[in-house]
Nanobody, 120 residues
Framework: QVRLVESGGGLVQPGGSLGLSCAAS????????MGWYRQAPGKQRELVAT???????TYADSVKGRFTISRDNTKNTVALQMNTVKPEDTAVYYC??????????????WGQGTQVTVSS
C-alpha cells in the first residue's frame, strides 16, 4: 500500500509566500516523476509543476518564476515553494507521484489535497 500525505496549505495574503510538502510512504520500490496539480472551484484540475527523478522541472506558465518544486529522493518527499502568490492561485493543491511498488506494478498516486487560499 502507498500513502501520500500533504501538508502546508492555508491562508496567505497576496504577494506572500507559502510552502507545501508531500511525503510518500509504504511499499515503494522506485519513484519516477513527482508533481503538484491544483483545482480551483468550477475549474478542471491543472498541472502546476513536475520534477523527474533526475531533477528536471517543468512549470505551468502561470507560476513560472514564482513557484519552485523540489524533491528529496532519500525521504520520498516533494515540496512546492510558492512566492509572490496571487488570488488566482487559490485552489486545492494535490500531490502526484508516479511510482512502482515493491510488489510490482507502476501507478500514479494522488494525495488527499490541501487548500491554499490567497486573500487579504
Amino acid at each position: 500500500q502507498v500513502r501520500l500525505v500533504e501538508s502546508g496549505g492555508g491562508l496567505v495574503q497576496p504577494g506572500g509566500s507559502l510552502g507545501l510538502s508531500c511525503a510518500a510512504s509504504g511499499s515503494i520500490f522506485i519513484i519516477y516523476a513527482m508533481g503538484w496539480y491544483r483545482q480551483a472551484p468550477g475549474k478542471q484540475r491543472e498541472l502546476v509543476a513536475t520534477i523527474t527523478s533526475g531533477g528536471i522541472t517543468t512549470y505551468a506558465d502561470s507560476v513560472k518564476g514564482r513557484f519552485t518544486i523540489s524533491r528529496d529522493n532519500t525521504k520520498n518527499t516533494v515540496a512546492l515553494q510558492m512566492n509572490t502568490v496571487k488570488p488566482e492561485d487559490t485552489a486545492v493543491y494535490y500531490c502526484n507521484v508516479d511510482l512502482t511498488r515493491l510488489e510490482g506494478g507502476r501507478n500514479v498516486y494522488w494525495g488527499q489535497g490541501t487548500q491554499v487560499t490567497v486573500s487579504s
